[in-house]
């Protein structure tokens, strides 16, 4: 069984930057997809990056050049650094492990509101 923790949401400014975590309870990292998904409120739930095990990161068009996904697989954890934070990237941000491509496991969120 596959745990996920996000960690790092928060309060900031318009403008501002946060750094979300992803923590897995084992060394997942080098073989499973990573998604990082967004779900604000009244709205469906938007995919924001994807990081394959090999290749190259995708980031959604909302959110390019201002997100970028750095990782540590000693540490198990993923990190989404956010800048240039804007109102509408308020949301409850998930990280998502699939595995084999149908094992799928969901961390349980944080929150991130950009606000003056």
């Known amino acids: 069984q596959v745990q996920l923790v996000e960690s790092g949401g928060g309060l900031v400014q318009p403008g501002g930057s946060l750094r979300l975590s992803c923590a897995a309870s084992?060394?997942?990292?080098?073989?499973?997809?990573i998604n990082w998904y967004r779900q604000a409120p009244e709205k469906q739930r938007e995919l924001v990056v994807v990081v394959p095990p090999g290749g190259s990161i995708r980031y959604a068009d909302s959110v390019k050049g201002r997100f970028t996904i750095f990782r540590d697989n000693a540490k198990n954890t993923q990190y989404l650094q956010m800048n240039s934070l804007k109102p509408e990237d308020t949301a409850v941000y998930y990280c998502?492990?699939?595995?084999?491509?149908?094992?799928?496991?969901w961390g349980q969120g944080t929150q991130v509101t950009v606000s003056s």
């Open positions: 084992g060394s997942i990292f080098g073989f499973a997809v």
């Open positions: 998502n492990a699939l595995l084999e491509g149908r094992y799928e496991y």
